[in-house]
């Protein structure tokens, strides 16, 4: 049984967001329900992350296969999961079927596994493909160069439907320097629309968190992953 102190918590920093959220679309000029706000709920108890929902969260995303699975019967099914974070090709087995969408698809090696175990189930995943906007060493994911040649090879695999694009940029002190990174990704985001590939549909750019979710959207991102503005900082 949660506190009440910890839904008065959830539910003061649920409407600051979404007060913020709210305003960043509108300044975007997009209109409700082209943007969406995904909880990213890593560490957080099920009851909290429910909680979470009856005030309006209807996206989740988890960063980790064997916590997803240890409270994914104890969330509430009205809402849509995503997965998140490093996805190892050992674990796709058990993630494929239980969520919406894989978000984070950093090699052609992930992507043919989950095509895969797609077929294995009878079912298609979808993807976004993952891009390593900043060249970090420390992170995984596509380069900009290489991105085209992968995905002409990643479109022909069966069992999986790329539906976008999504990174994790650099950290940055100003916001002028990260809107720089997502304004590289919009701009691939649109190049790669304008080929009309099969199998390719570039419907979400999943950009942008907690410290710089209204930057991400005012450069064109439809899906923000916020965590720690929510739930309050994580081990």
């Known amino acids: ?11 003061t920093n649920y409407n600051d967001i979404k007060s913020r959220f709210d305003a960043a679309v509108k300044k975007s000029g997009r209109k409700d329900g082209e943007v969406i706000l995904l909880a990213a709920t890593k560490t957080v108890a099920p009851e909290i992350i429910n909680e979470a929902i009856k005030l309006g969260i209807t996206h989740i995303g988890e960063n980790r ?13 009205n809402v849509t999961r995503h997965f998140i974070g490093h996805l190892q090709t050992n674990k796709v087995k058990d993630i494929v079927g239980k969520v919406s969408m894989i978000e984070s698809v950093h090699s052609l090696k992930l992507a043919r596994e989950i095509g895969k175990c797609s077929e294995k189930i009878g079912t298609v995943t979808d993807v976004l493909i993952e891009i390593n906007i900043g060249g970090e060493e420390s992170k995984s994911g596509f380069s900009p160069d ?6 002409d090879e990643m479109s ?3 069992g999986i439907r790329i539906r976008g694009l999504m990174c994790i940029p650099p950290i940055c002190e100003k916001s002028e320097q990260v809107k720089e990174y997502f304004n590289r990704m919009r701009k691939l985001f649109v190049d790669i629309g304008l080929k009309k590939r099969d199998n390719v549909t570039m419907e979400f750019l999943s950009m942008g968190m907690s410290s710089d979710f209204e930057d991400a959207i005012e450069c064109g991102s439809n899906l923000v992953r916020v965590g720690t503005a929510l739930f309050g900082k994580r081990n």
């Not at 049984?1 to 539910?11: D, R």
């Not at 916590?67 to 099914?77: I, M």
């Not at 290489?146 to 995905?151: C, F, G, L, R, S």
């Open 1 to 11: 049984m949660m506190e009440k102190s910890s839904i008065s918590f959830l539910e």
């Open 65 to 77: 296969v064997q916590e997803f699975l240890s409270k994914n019967d104890e969330v509430t099914k």
């Open 146 to 151: 290489e991105i085209d040649a992968a995905i």
């Open 156 to 158: 022909a695999i069966r």
